[in-house]
Structure formats: C-alpha cells, structure tokens
C-alpha cells in the first residue's frame, strides 16, 4: 500500500525518482508525487492516477534538484486526486507517508490552533506541520523524535527539509522502509524491490527506528534518537531484471510460470537421493509440536485453508486455521505446543505481521512461508520457509498461491512423516507424485481456448458461483476471489453441500456455476450438488481430471478436464482454469488486469 522513493545524489534525481515510482506502481497507483531541493526551495509537483501523467507534467520534466523524495498512493483518507497525493509540504518540510494516523484528527485540531494551514484531506499533513511546529523549537533530531512520538497508528516516512540540502529523514513503525546505499549516493525506499535496479546493498529499519540519509553517510537511530549500527545485507541479483517479456501482462506470465515456481520448491526442498525432505534448521523437537494454527489474509489465507485440509488428511495434529486480520483482535487462548505459521507472499501484510508480532510477544512458535526473504514477516518469525517462486507484480497472486499451497504440503509431508503417521512408503509414494506436479500442471495450462470462450458468459451474468467439496473448497473459494478481483463480478465460492442452506436461491435461468468435482473421496456428493443447482437453471461448468469413467450427469453446460494426479495435488491443478477464466474475463473487459481498482499488491495498513 503506497510507495516510497527517496535518492540523495550529486546528480539530477527526478528521472530515477520517476522511474523507481513506476517500479513501486504494484503498490498503489490512484496518484504519484515527487518534490526536490532545488536553489533553497521545496519543489512538489503531484498527478491523479498513474505515474506516466506525472511524468508527462512539464514541472516534472524540467525538474532541478539532487536530492528528492517520491510516492505512489493508495488512498486511506482522502480522495484519491492531485491535492491529497504525496508529498505533502509546508514551507520548510515535504513529507511522504505509507500507512494511517489514527490520531490525525486530534493532532490536526492542535496544529490549526497553533495557526496551521491545511490543504488536504489526508491524515499524512499533519505529520508535515508536526515537524514544521517543532522546529521551531527544537533541532532536527528532537523534533523527528517529538513528532513520531505524537502519531498513534503505522507509517514508513521519507522527509526532506529546506535548510538541508543533503539530508533524507527516514522513519518507521509498522510499515516497512528500507536504506540502499550506492556510489556517492544514498536512497530510501518502501521495499527492497524499488531499490533493486540501484543497488543491491540494503539494510532495513525495524519499528521505532528512524534515519538520516546523506550522500556519502547513513546514519541510525533508535526511538530514544540514540545512534546505533545496522547490518548490511547484501541481496542477489537475480531478481533484478524482471519484466513482461512477450506477454500482454504480468499476470499472464505469472500464471504460465507456475510449472517453474513447483520446479523451484521441489528441487529446493526434496531430497532425490535419500527420498526425503530436506527442512533444515527446524527449532524444535518434533514432541514439542502438538497442533499447528495457519494464519493469512486473501489467497494466502486460501493456501492455508487447503493445507488444513492436507494437515487433516495426512497428520495427527491438531490443525486450524484464521485470518489475521480476525486473529490480532480475538482473544487468543496462546498454546507452547502449537506452531504458528504465517502465510505471505510479500511478507509484509499488516494483519499477518500484528498477528507474527502477538504470538512472538506470547512467546510462541512462529514459521513463515513467504515469498519475500527479505520481508519483516520473514525477519521477525522464528523460522522461514521461502516458496522461492520468484517476484510476483500482478495484484492478482498466483504462482504464490500455487508456491505457498507447495510447501505447505511439503511440511504437512514431513511432519506427518516425522510423526510416524505416514510410513515410509506412503511418503515416498506421496513425494513421487509430487515430483510429476509441474510437467502436470504445464500439460493443464494448455486448457485455454474453452475457459476463452466461456469467459463471456461469466461477463453477462449478474453473479456467479464456484462450489467445491474437501479439497476442492478452498479452490473454489480462491476461483471466486480471482473474477471479483480481476473482473469486477460478483462471484461466491461456497462449500457445495451448504448450498441448500440458503444460497440454492440465488441460482436463476442461465446463472454460471463452477463446480470443481474431481475424481477424489468426494466426487459423488458433489456430483448431486451440481444436479440440484442444475435443476434451478444454473449454467455448470464443471471442472474436473481426466479419467476413463464416464461423467453420469446430464445437462451439464460445459465440461473442463484438468491431468490426473493423486488426490491431494489435484487442487493445484484445478487452480490453473480458474485463474484463467478471471484473466480471460477482465481482458475481454479491457480492464487494467495487473492492476484491478481498489487494491494494491502489498497491503501494509490494517
Ligand atoms: O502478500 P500477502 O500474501 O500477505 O497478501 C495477502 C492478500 O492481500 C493477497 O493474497 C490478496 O488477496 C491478493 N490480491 C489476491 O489475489
């Protein structure tokens, strides 16, 4: 949610800061700013929607200044136009802020009694007269220190100052900021992704912290504005040209790269030799671990609902599952023997870091599965267990979805195995086929041309439905996700035998229904279920795998056959037509498919 760019350099920085914007678009696009030092000025120039208008603005085009701050939004207060973008400015301070003020009303009630003028609707100004109120009074390091201590709520800050031509502020509490450090130049930014094609050193600020960022120097501090060191990390480059390639979007490529995401997690986890799991490093004793609490938002939460059933099937453990953003709130009965594991393909969900952040204050076991390595949540838990499916910029998640499903199996494998609840062959065997999951899921990408082509019918109806039993659930549950966020169409995944419990109503004459009923333990219930929608009018499509059997249902609009595996790893496959039917839908809509409205890739507030 929103992003930061701060570069101090000795050269021009407004083109750098433009193209980093565009990097960091993934994190919120309804409006961009930037402001530069130039000639003793603050310089602020600020579009509505997309980076690309801001760069076509004149001001930004002739822009002076070596040093300089930028910010795409995702707008929390205020509409989303050119006067509520960042940066935000007084005469003396121009502030950019990732995260919400919770306090900004009643700070904003001091500042205008102190003779403060506003502009914006945003929380963020009041940050900016803050500091601009406290300099007054008070050098650089106390008004930082007094202002952060006055906001209630979650912000990653870039700050630049008048009177300080070499000098970026950087501050943080609950929303991720990090410092990059280059050859005679210094940057800030809100992840370690806008950095990248600058430098590949990067330290990042934990909560509290704040720093000063000069051209040849970065120095930190903790909340009390005592200095302390930071370690250098220095990350791979191998993510570092990452683009589109052939494909229209990033979405479209993310999703035929789900072969080489499962690819990625088999080699880096199985161990062909000794036909084993290889999870090193484990912290604890296998005794220690009775029951397992999986905790995500959106499609990871859906990831962790699908490994609960695995958990379930497979394991003696206790297992269960929350959305964090329920989870930091509720009353926790903490248990020593659980482990809990958060699930995050950026690593920096607020909800799912609150919920790392309480279970680590009760002492607990923590693990995560994320995608980012260098993300707070993976930081902060106890242990990690990376998916390793490569940068992911389409909103939409998908081969994290398909990555985070992978090595939850792989723990829920080993765990069982180490448990003695799966003897040795049955794991093997179960480790076989997992190892034939990406030529499966590659032959399973090939279905296009008939989620093409019922993609439309999903477009003309008023709403959809996607059922699922068992393992399919979950599936069916992240399909629905998928066309509401991509498409903009009411879409409900929903247990298929809950149907008659209420939501048998909502199916009309020629309502599309997707029902996911693969040749698994719970095919024949299913099976009646889609007669029952069948009956009231619903348009099935039915997905399900390949088999000799023939489908005993009438009626059935259209038919879809995914590979055949065994029953735990058909989920994955049947993921593959769903994420399609939504990409093929919002295309045959003309929307900005990686970028839906609404939604940003990381979502950093609460
Ligand atoms: O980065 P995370 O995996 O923690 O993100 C969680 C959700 O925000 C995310 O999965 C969201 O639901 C996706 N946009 C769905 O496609």
């Known amino acids: 949610m929103c992003g930061i ?59 002076q200044g070596t040093i300089g701050i930028g910010h795409v939004r995702w707008a929390t207060h205020g509409l989303p136009n050119s006067i509520n973008a960042h940066p935000h400015s007084s005469q003396n301070v121009s502030v950019v802020h990732n995260g919400i003020i919770e306090n900004s009303t009643l700070l904003k009630k001091f500042l205008v009694s102190k003779g403060h003028k506003f502009k914006s609707q945003t929380d963020t100004e009041v940050i900016v007269h803050l500091i601009t109120e406290y300099l007054k009074t008070k050098n650089i390091i106390d008004s930082i220190k007094k202002t952060l201590k006055s906001l209630h709520g979650s912000f990653a800050l870039g700050i630049l100052f008048k009177d300080q031509p070499d000098l970026i502020v950087g501050a943080r509490r609950g929303s991720p900021l990090a410092v990059g450090y280059g050859p005679n130049e210094n940057y800030l930014g809100s992840d370690s992704y806008a950095l990248k094609s ?88 296998i005794s220690e671990i009775s029951s397992v609490l999986l905790i995500g938002c959106g499609t990871a939460y859906h990831s962790c609902l699908m ?139 090939l279905t296009d041309n008939k989620i093409q082509s019922v993609s439309s019918s999903f477009n003309e109806a008023k709403g959809s439905m996607f059922l699922g039993r068992g393992f399919s659930y979950p599936i069916a549950l992240e399909g629905a996700l998928k066309l509401k966020e991509l498409s903009y169409i009411h879409a409900e995944g929903y247990p298929a035998g809950e149907m008659k419990h209420g939501p048998l109503a909502l199916i009309e004459e020629g309502m599309p229904v997707v029902v996911l009923a693969p040749r698994d333990s719970y095919y024949k219930k299913t099976i009646s279920n889609m007669q029952e929608v069948i009956a009231r009018g619903a348009k099935v499509l039915l997905i399900t795998n390949k088999s000799e059997d023939e489908i005993i249902s009438e009626n059935i609009w259209e038919t879809l056959e995914v590979e055949n595996t065994n029953e735990d790893l058909l989920p994955f496959l049947l993921t593959i037509p769903l994420q399609k039917l939504a990409y093929y839908s919002a295309l045959k809509k003309g929307y900005d498919i990686d970028k839906p409205r609404n939604l940003a890739k990381s979502v950093t507030v609460e």
């Open 307 to 445: 490994a609960k059933y695995w958990f379930e099937q497979i394991t003696s453990l206790d297992v269960n599952v929350d959305i964090a953003s329920e989870f930091r709130y509720r009353k926790n009965r903490f248990k020593k023997d659980t482990l809990y594991v958060f699930v995050s393909q950026s690593g920096e969900t607020a909800d799912t870091y609150a919920a790392l952040d309480l279970c680590k204050q009760n002492g607990m076991k923590t693990c995560s599965v994320v995608n980012i390595i260098e993300s707070s949540i993976a930081r902060d838990s106890d242990f990690v267990l990376p998916i390793h499916c490569g940068i992911e910029i389409g909103v939409a998640s998908t081969k994290a979805f398909l990555g985070q499903m992978l090595i939850l199996y792989i723990l829920c494998l080993k765990l069982s195995f180490l448990r003695k609840d799966l003897d040795k062959d049955n794991f093997i065997k179960k480790l076989i086929d997992l190892k034939k999951l990406p030529k499966l899921v590659d032959q399973t990408l």
């Open 5 to 63: 760019i701060g570069i101090n350099s000795s050269k021009p920085v407004s083109a750098t800061i433009i193209n980093s914007l565009k990097k960091l678009e993934y994190r919120g696009y309804d409006s961009a700013g930037i402001a530069t030092l130039s000639a003793g000025l603050i310089n602020e120039v600020k579009s509505e929607g997309r980076v690309d208008n801001l760069e076509k603005d004149s001001l930004v085009q002739n822009m």
């Open 198 to 285: 600058m430098t590949n050193k990067i330290t990042y600020l934990n909560d509290g912290e704040f720093c000063f960022i000069k051209k040849d120097q970065v120095e930190f501090f903790n909340n009390e504005g005592i200095k302390i060191n930071k370690k250098v990390l220095q990350l791979s480059s191998e993510e570092q040209k990452y683009d589109k390639g052939d494909y229209k979007h990033f979405m479209a490529k993310e999703i035929d790269e789900q072969p080489k995401t499962l690819k990625n997690g088999i080699n880096e986890y199985l161990d062909n030799i000794n036909n084993d799991i290889n999870i090193y490093n484990f912290p604890w004793k």
